[in-house]
């Protein structure tokens, strides 16, 4: 109550921090759009590698122009359609994911447009990556120079929006595999493959450091709450009738989309 | 063209509202070329502050249309409301610039019942999925499309029956200025501009309230044109959102508050900074026969189609030709160790008004630029400008501003400092005046009015002066440009 009070004093909102590591992405999903559509509270999760390789679509797109279907039934990769918009990546334990879930109220310098918010998210990260790198929000990609090391994706609502983000601290070339080249690319790709226009993290600075970077910039913007380190110890408003639209598409699913396309 | 008499009577934001728009509706642009910038008569009230932008600022701003709509999404309905009649529910240029979205669900069935502001459907465009809520409480009569379907921007979506009490009753008073208020739900109690008596709307303030109240001051012509020009991030219209809002509608003189958001909210930030600067102001005027004759020389012997020659381009070199012998004008003050730094390059910015804002892009090292090149460079910043895609590089490192306010009027004014810098430059249309030969006939000559807005905690009058003077020397007579050339 009393840190309610602090913050409302000096203006700032707060904000509940949920830092987990290892998480499986469908359940970090799950969990994003529980807290986006019943709760009131504005978020920020972190998810510090997510346990085994996963492709996660955004909300539409069709399936045979994003993934090498027949690769990634062979592999058995699972492939999640989560609830926000944006394209496809594959993640793994080499990808952090920041997450922040505000009522619009919260950041009322912006529009609860894509742009807007983007542009604020952009700025975020300019902070994080201050002196390292030639960092940017590029399109709508987070670059270092030309090369792409982060994606966002977003959901509005009538009064919360989500922006969440999945940067690529390291990554195997032979999961990109698994992705073909999109037909909407940015312009600043120029037909590069993957290996050509990703770049990863790693490169630039350690990992706990991007991590303790990150919050301390969303700190400077509101008044961080810690409340858990795992999922299970997450307060969740359990609104009865929720059911997540993010899910993971079946085997089924998969070969249907296989024998579409032969 | 608007008369400085509007800048005095409105508050900001819908000043730049207006601004924007009569800038989408030009159909020639002046011979000064893109860069527009709102100026006041030098008899300007002290409510109706100069504003400029800060070109570092410009980080922390976002360009999006529509600041006047804080719900997210709220379709725009036909500006007129017709009680117990269909009204058109279309979908909103989301910000992105992108022609169309997908329909990802209805939220509602035909037959149901809405509130304002409930939401109707969830579209993804490329980076988000977003709630689209409805305009009015009304019935739903007619939903148009299916899960699945690709929507046009601007096509309607579904079709609602308006119910009585949603009406809103647009009520208007004529004040001096718009005032941020402490809560959303504050109303009536700051005057300024429209304002609606409903509780449930929570004082907002919505785009067709501000453009009628423009139609009603006489400031925009055409309401269903500017209601066009103001539905899309891009200069393409929007279809399907004509308005008949011109003559129908009554009002009653309320107080109505508008809440200013993001960009806004930004430049109260970045304008109290740069009031608190000392400025001074500098005004002369200059002879541009000569430019005028090189100019049209440009053309004439132009080859490549897709450079266009206009003045700003000779002006630019010239005045980065000047700030060599005047570096002190090129320079940034830091006011902590009273330090001035002397910037090396010549970065111009130039102010450019654009659909979604002002914005200030600048050419980076001017001295080393040809004119032609910088006449290219200045093409491109004036493309991605108008397409919302200039990026951080573009808008950073300014270390001059010049602002060319010819393109939309006025002769003489107070442009405030784009900090960190030292000066800025605004200047007038050129003008064919009569002028005194000294035989004592009368010739016609074509005279463009210069101001230039100077920190005085770093320049005195005497520098400034000589600056100006050395500048309009190289305009009145460019073949003097001539003796650089290497």
Request: hydrophobic share 40%; proline share 5%.
């Amino acid at each position: 109550m009393a840190l309610v009070g602090k913050a409302r004093e000096a203006g700032i909102p707060l904000m509940k921090l949920i830092r987990l590591k290892g998480v499986p992405i469908l359940e970090q999903l799950h969990l994003e759009e529980r807290l986006l559509r019943t709760s009131s509270d504005n978020w920020c999760l972190i998810n510090d590698g997510t346990n085994s390789p996963a492709i996660v679509m955004g909300l539409s797109g069709k399936l045979s122009e994003l993934v090498e279907v027949r690769s990634v039934l062979q592999d058995q990769v699972p492939v999640i359609r989560r609830f926000s918009g944006g394209g496809t990546v594959i993640v793994d334990q080499g990808t952090i994911f920041v997450t922040l879930i505000c009522n619009k109220e919260a950041v009322p310098d912006i529009q609860p447009f894509p742009p807007s918010i983007m542009s604020w998210s952009g700025q975020l990260y300019s902070e994080v990556f201050e002196g390292i790198g030639d960092f940017q929000l590029r399109e709508n990609d987070y670059v270092f120079g030309d090369r792409k090391f982060g994606g966002n994706a977003q959901s509005i609502i009538k009064h919360r929006w989500v922006h969440h983000t999945s940067l690529l601290w390291d990554y195997e070339v032979k999961n990109m595999a698994y992705l073909k080249l999109p037909a909407k690319a940015p312009n600043y790709r120029l037909a590069r493959g993957h290996n050509d226009f990703v770049c990863r993290m790693k490169e630039f600075l350690p990992r706990y450091e991007f991590v303790e970077r990150t919050i301390k910039a969303i700190r400077s913007r509101f008044s961080l709450e810690p409340v858990a380190d795992n999922i299970a110890d997450i307060d969740v408003p359990s609104a009865t009738h929720f059911a997540p639209s993010t899910r993971l598409l079946t085997d089924h699913d998969m070969r249907e989309v296989c024998a579409a396309s032969l | 063209m608007l008369s400085s008499r509007i800048w005095q009577r409105t508050g900001w934001g819908f000043r730049r509202r207006c601004l924007c728009l009569y800038i989408s509706l030009s159909s020639s642009p002046s011979e000064q070329n893109a860069p527009v910038w709102k100026f006041f008569s030098a008899s300007s009230s002290s409510s109706a502050p100069a504003p400029f932008r800060r070109a570092r600022a410009l980080e922390d701003i976002n360009f999006n249309v529509s600041y006047m709509n804080k719900c997210c999404f709220s379709t725009e309905a036909v500006a007129d409301l017709p009680v117990g009649e269909m009204v058109d529910v279309p979908l909103a240029q989301t910000g992105e610039g992108i022609a169309e979205c997908e329909l990802l669900k209805w939220f509602v069935q035909e037959g149901d019942q809405v509130e304002e502001f409930q939401p109707l459907c969830e579209v993804q465009s490329d980076k988000a999925t977003i709630e689209i809520t409805s305009r009015y409480k009304g019935k739903v009569a007619h939903l148009l499309f299916v899960p699945g379907n690709i929507v046009k921007v601007g096509e309607t979506l579904a079709k609602l029956i308006v119910n009585e009490s949603s009406l809103p009753a647009l009520i208007f008073r004529d004040s001096e200025h718009v005032q941020s208020p402490s809560s959303d739900n504050e109303k009536g109690k700051q005057g300024g501009v429209p304002s609606t008596p409903d509780d449930d709307k929570d004082g907002r303030v919505l785009k067709e309230d501000v453009l009628k109240y423009a139609v009603m001051k006489g400031i925009i012509k055409d309401q269903s044109v500017s209601l066009n020009a103001e539905c899309g991030n891009q200069s393409q219209p929007v279809e399907g959102n004509n308005s008949d809002a011109t003559s129908k509608f009554e009002w009653t003189f309320e107080d109505k508050t508008v809440p200013l958001r993001g960009f806004q909210r930004a430049m109260v930030k970045t304008m109290s900074l740069a009031s608190k600067v000392p400025h001074f102001y500098y005004a002369d005027e200059i002879t541009c026969d000569a430019l005028v004759e090189l100019k049209t020389s440009f053309q004439n012997n132009n080859t490549s189609p897709d450079v266009k020659h206009t003045f700003l381009p000779l002006l630019i070199k010239s005045l980065s030709m000047a700030l060599i012998k005047y570096p002190l004008m090129n320079s940034c003050f830091n006011e902590e160790s009273l330090e001035v730094t002397l910037k090396g390059s010549h970065n111009i910015g130039i102010a450019m008004a654009t659909p979604n804002g002002l914005v200030v892009p600048n050419i980076k090292n001017v001295q080393s630029l040809s004119i032609l090149e910088i006449t290219k460079e200045l093409s491109r910043l004036q493309r991605l400008a108008s397409d919302n895609k200039l990026n951080t590089e573009d808008i950073c490192g300014g270390t001059i501003t010049l602002s060319n306010i010819g393109a939309i009027g006025g002769k003489f004014g107070s442009p405030l400092l784009n900090l960190p810098e030292v000066s800025i430059i605004a200047i007038g249309r050129i003008q064919k005046v009569p002028q005194w030969a000294d035989d004592g006939s009368v010739y016609p000559a074509s005279l463009m009015t210069v101001n230039i807005g100077a920190d005085h905690r770093v320049l005195d009058g005497a520098t400034v002066a000589r600056f100006c003077n050395e500048w309009k020397n190289l305009i009145e007579n460019p073949e003097l440009l001539l003796l650089h050339l290497r």
